[in-house]
């Protein structure tokens, strides 16, 4: 059943999502061609100020549209890159709150499927897309960056790995999906939090967030100034090198994620079951 | 015959609204129930417990001998009043999604019914118009072979030949395993495929008999007690 | 001939006089195999059960008769038949004799007028 579930999930978002990959990394494509192929050899800069310069000299027409259409291409880029991030945030949001709770949950919820079925299949598909836009948004930086800055890469990630360590890598990277998991597991709480109320829900939802934010916060700082002082038999944290300390705070950071999230799961499969009050 | 669906002092309150009050009812297989009553009556709150989308607050309810569920959900087929469909889906992923989870979907009867009414499915839920649409859920929910089904308002928005459709429709499907529960305003147009009748009250059963002895004993048509009964 | 079934009266008992009707009338030959329940309830637009409720007192009453294997069929006793139309038509008379009064008219009146009309009609 969650199979099917997310089966259908993926058709539903794949259609926003792809294109926009491809336009992003078109994009990308495109700028590094405007901004350091030979098509840009005499484009027009409104800053340069030396003698080969077109714009110095008389004949400055298609210079003058090289230069715009470079800056052109690279605002769509941005817009794309940061439209991206954006679009990825909204469909995490609309995916729980107008497919779970809005219409379409009459169809959902009377589905041979248990809630928390439902709750995870946005989740996991929800997190795929978070991870897949990162790494297109990376990609497309990689893309952007100019070759020689490129051949460098190789060395400096070897490097960090000599520093951290493989065990440091693999620390960096659970507390990095954990937190993803956490983030969108708060936003399905808030959201259903504030579906709790007859009215203002999405502004209910925004406020939720923020207080569960704010006891994320307060939580994770107790938890930090407890290991500063704290000296027990195993763990002299003040002791550690910096490097311990760092993987000891990412270790810690990722099992409080875990734990809020099991918690904030327990709580939205309960609201989505019990306390469900679809229009 | 079995009961398919039982429930006792089923009551759903918010705050201080009861939406139902001690609602009992005995409902037999192979019926065509109509449950009517005013806007607020707490027809659609005794649907949503039916269909688990509500908790309730006191008493019990079993369909098919399960509490409302995974195991109810498969046996239930409902209609809500309103479109449901995920509208950028074309009507034959629909019913493949249908099928995808309800094991008792009839693939062979949708698309004989789509066909009836002249229906591609081949088109996309959103460029269709808001009676078509209606139209496809009903066949959605009518091409299972569910033990209860739960049609909320089904003749509502749609043209008088339509409603003899599906009126028909609900008919042929008849089935003695099955239980037809429907909750309308139109009550003259479905009277006489009816089985029973339950009016509901300010979420109380006030009246639960067949069409027939109500004919019988008021000399009055169903449509024409529920006036007197309601009057404004 | 249509299904008219009024909204004020048992289905049931309005099925019955339908039925009936249809065999007097040869709608339904002596005989003569009848649709199934599940399409005659469909071409009157009513609930299968109640229809089944009808066809199932017309057999307690003898008009229809069921063959185990191949279904409900008229029965074709001319006499049977005979008896139903003659109490329909009973019925029909008795109904119009009363209207008729309530009119105004006489029974001598009553007469005069059918003699002219009927024979009238004939002689068109």
């Not at chain 2, 809500?80 to 999604?97: H, Q, R």
Request: charged share 20%; hydrophobic share 45%; glycine share 6%.
């Amino acid at each position: 059943m969650l199979a099917k579930l997310m089966k259908y999930e993926v058709k539903a978002t794949a259609r926003w999502f792809l294109p926009l990959y491809v336009s992003v990394l078109l994009f990308a494509l495109i700028n590094k061609f405007t901004w350091y192929g030979p098509f840009m050899e005499n484009k027009f800069s409104f800053t340069d100020s030396s003698i080969n310069n077109p714009a110095l000299s008389g004949n400055s027409f298609v210079p003058v549209i090289k230069g715009i259409m470079s800056s052109l291409f690279m605002f769509i880029y941005v817009m794309l890159f940061v439209g991206l991030f954006v679009a990825t945030l909204i469909v995490v949001i609309q995916r729980y709150y107008k497919s779970l709770l809005g219409d379409e949950g009459y169809l959902m919820f009377t589905l041979p499927v248990n809630a928390w079925q439902h709750i995870l299949n946005k989740l996991v598909i929800s997190a795929l897309w978070c991870l897949l836009s990162s790494i297109v948004g990376i990609c497309s930086i990689l893309i952007l960056i100019p070759r020689e800055a490129l051949q460098e890469l190789p060395y400096a990630f070897a490097r960090v790995k000599e520093f951290i360590g493989v065990s440091g890598i693999v620390i960096f990277v659970l507390g990095a999906v954990t937190s993803l998991v956490l983030g969108i597991l708060k936003i399905y709480s808030a959201i259903s939090l504030g579906h709790l109320f007859n009215k203002y829900k999405l502004l209910l939802s925004f406020v939720m967030y923020l207080a569960i934010d704010a006891i994320t916060q307060v939580v994770w700082m107790l938890i930090t100034v407890f290991s500063v002082n704290i000296s027990l038999n195993k763990i002299d944290f003040a002791s550690m090198s910096n490097l311990h300390q760092v993987k000891y705070v990412f270790a810690a950071l990722t099992v409080l994620n875990v734990v809020f999230s099991a918690g904030h799961f327990l709580l939205t499969s309960y609201l989505v079951k019990r306390r469900l009050n679809l229009e | 015959m079995n009961n398919i669906l039982e429930c006792e002092n089923l009551s759903k309150y918010y705050g201080s609204t009861k939406a139902l009050d001690s609602v009992t009812l005995n409902i037999p297989e192979g019926r065509i129930v109509g449950l009517l009553g005013p806007n607020g009556s707490g027809k659609t709150t005794f649907i949503k417990i039916c269909n688990d989308l509500l908790t309730p607050t006191k008493g019990r309810i079993r369909i098919g001998g399960f509490e409302p569920g995974i195991e109810t959900k498969k046996i239930v087929s409902y209609l809500p009043e309103k479109t449901y469909l995920n509208n950028w889906m074309k009507v034959s992923e629909l019913i493949n999604f249908f099928k995808d989870f309800y094991t008792d979907f009839n693939t062979d009867k949708a698309y004989d019914m789509l066909n009836k009414l002249k229906i591609d499915a081949n088109t996309r839920l959103k460029t269709l118009s808001k009676g078509t649409k209606e139209k496809v859920q009903l066949i959605l929910v009518m091409s299972r072979e569910a033990k209860l089904y739960l049609l909320d308002e089904p003749i509502g928005g749609v043209d008088p030949a339509a409603r003899d459709y599906i009126l028909d429709t609900i008919i042929k499907n008849y089935s003695e395993n099955a239980t037809v529960i429907i909750s309308t305003h139109l009550i003259s147009d479905i009277e006489k495929i009816l089985d029973d009748i339950i009016f509901l009250k300010d979420g109380q059963v006030i009246l639960s008999k067949t069409v027939d002895e109500i004919r019988d004993e008021s000399g009055k048509s169903i449509d024409a007690l529920f006036r007197e009964v309601f009057r404004c | 001939m249509p299904w008219d079934l009024k909204p004020d009266r048992p289905i049931y008992t309005q099925l019955i006089e339908q039925i009936e009707l249809k065999i007097c009338s040869g709608v339904y030959p002596l005989g003569s195999k009848l649709p199934s329940v599940r399409d005659l309830a469909q071409e009157a637009s009513v609930n299968p059960n109640t229809m089944q409720r009808a066809l199932a007192k017309l057999e307690e009453n003898g008009l229809l008769y069921t063959n185990r294997t191949s279904g409900r069929y008229v029965t074709e006793d001319i006499k049977m038949v005979q008896k139903v139309k003659d109490r329909l038509a009973h019925d029909l008379i008795q109904e119009f004799l009363q209207n008729m009064k309530r009119l105004g008219f006489s029974e001598k009146e009553i007469l005069t007028v059918i003699t002219k009309m009927a024979g009238g009609a004939e002689n068109e």
